[in-house]
């Protein structure tokens, strides 16, 4: 079993930053990506940022030149730093974990990101 721990969440004012941790334990041999996803209110849940094992990386179009994300191999970690936020940026963020081979696929509790005026 792999679980995820997510942190980081919370109410920012616009232009504010915030900082997302995810960390996996459990039954991991080893993890080729890790992402963080977000849904809002009557939305479907998106993608916001990705990176894999290499280190490459994808980013929303939205989150392009605002948010960076980072891993941390030795602690199994997926970071989202987020600066510049905007109202739009409220939603609740999901963490991602994807094992080599597929051989796991597990989402994280999600985290209320609230973006205020």
């Known amino acids: 079993q792999v679980q995820l721990v997510e942190s980081g969440g919370g109410l920012v004012q616009a232009g504010g930053s915030l900082r997302l941790s995810c960390q996996a334990s459990?039954?991991?041999?080893?993890?080729?990506?890790m992402g963080w996803y977000r849904q809002a209110p009557g939305k479907q849940r998106e993608l916001v940022a990705r990176?894999?094992?290499?280190?490459?990386?994808r980013y929303a179009d939205s989150a392009k030149g605002r948010f960076t994300i980072s891993r941390d191999d030795a602690k199994n970690t997926v970071l989202l730093q987020m600066n510049s936020l905007k109202l739009e940026d409220t939603a609740v963020y999901y963490c991602?974990?994807?094992?080599?081979?597929?051989?796991?696929?597990?989402w994280g509790q999600g985290t209320q990101v609230t973006v205020s005026s």
């Open positions: 459990g039954s991991i041999f080893s993890i080729d990506r």
């Open positions: 990176i894999t094992t290499g280190g490459s990386t």
């Open positions: 991602n974990v994807i094992g080599n081979n597929w051989s796991f696929d597990k």
